[in-house]
């Protein structure tokens, strides 16, 4: 059984800052393909950023990699995702999801372990 909780998420305008942190327990962080996932009211869930086991490599959503960076800290067993410029588009509930697997994977659906996710509201 892997747990894992998100935190960081909160309130601020357009144009600010925010650094999500998911942590991760049951199960030895570098065994884990790591990523970030996004929902919005009345829309699906979206493929955000992820991360090899590693951490070496990393995987983003055409829309947000400029402005969004993963990383991780095995030795914490946590991944993080730092956003900036951020703007009312990325308000959405964001969800860290791992899997076993070596690869990365988009769709929601092939991701075994799943957090309950932090609120990011941007205002305008």
């Known amino acids: 059984q892997v747990r894992l909780v998100e935190s960081g998420g909160g309130l601020v305008q357009t144009g600010g800052s925010l650094r999500l942190s998911c942590a991760a327990a049951?199960?030895?962080?570098?065994?884990?393909?790591m990523a970030w996932f996004r929902q919005a009211p009345g829309k699906e869930r979206e493929f955000v950023a992820a991360?090899?086991?590693?951490?070496?490599?990393?995987y983003y959503e055409d829309s947000v990699k400029p402005r969004f960076s993963i990383s991780r800290d095995n030795t914490k067993n946590s991944v993080y995702l730092q956003m900036s410029n951020l703007e009312p588009e990325d308000t959405a509930v964001y969800y860290c999801?791992?899997?076993?697997?070596?690869?990365?994977?988009?769709?929601?659906?092939?991701?075994?372990?799943w957090g309950q996710g932090t609120q990011v509201t941007v205002s305008s």
């Open positions: 999801a791992a899997d076993p697997s070596s690869f990365v994977n988009r769709s929601p659906t092939l991701y075994e372990y």
């Open positions: 049951g199960r030895a962080a570098e065994s884990l393909f």
């Open positions: 991360t090899s086991r590693s951490g070496d490599l990393t």
